[in-house]
């Protein structure tokens, strides 16, 4: 059973960080593209970064412009966990956070191109 488990989502400053990280069991992730997602209430969930598989020529890493230089997304094959650096954080990113296993190792920003969710963490940034 494929299972993504986020956690680090908390309440912040704003010009704050925050590292969300993510659990992945179930399959062997380092194939497959990851990416974060966010969701504000009232509004849709919105593509935040996403990360290739192993062995995907093209563009490895991808981010939305909302968090590009402040937003870094890594993961460790080895553990199979995903991680999103969060730098510089404003009132407006506050959401929460989903984590996403792709359905092919291309880095998408479509939620439709990922078949597995997390739960989500709740990131909250102060004013």
């Known amino acids: 059973q494929v299972q993504l488990v986020e956690s680090g989502g908390r309440l912040v400053q704003a010009g704050g960080s925050l590292r969300l990280s993510c659990a992945a069991s179930?399959?062997?992730?380092?194939?497959?593209?990851m990416g974060w997602f966010r969701q504000a209430p009232g509004k849709e969930r919105e593509f935040v970064a996403a990360i290739a598989g192993i062995g995907w020529i093209g563009h490895t890493r991808i981010y939305a412009d909302s968090v590009k230089g402040r937003f870094t997304i890594s993961k460790d094959n080895a553990k199979n966990t995903l991680y999103l650096q969060m730098n510089n954080l404003k009132p407006e990113d506050t959401a929460v956070y989903y984590c996403?296993?792709?359905?092919?190792?291309?880095?998408?920003?479509?939620?439709?191109?990922?078949?597995?969710w997390g739960q989500g963490t709740q990131v909250t940034v102060s004013s």
């Open positions: 179930g399959r062997t992730f380092m194939n497959y593209a």
């Open positions: 996403a296993a792709g359905r092919t190792a291309e880095a998408d920003t479509t939620p439709g191109q990922y078949n597995y």
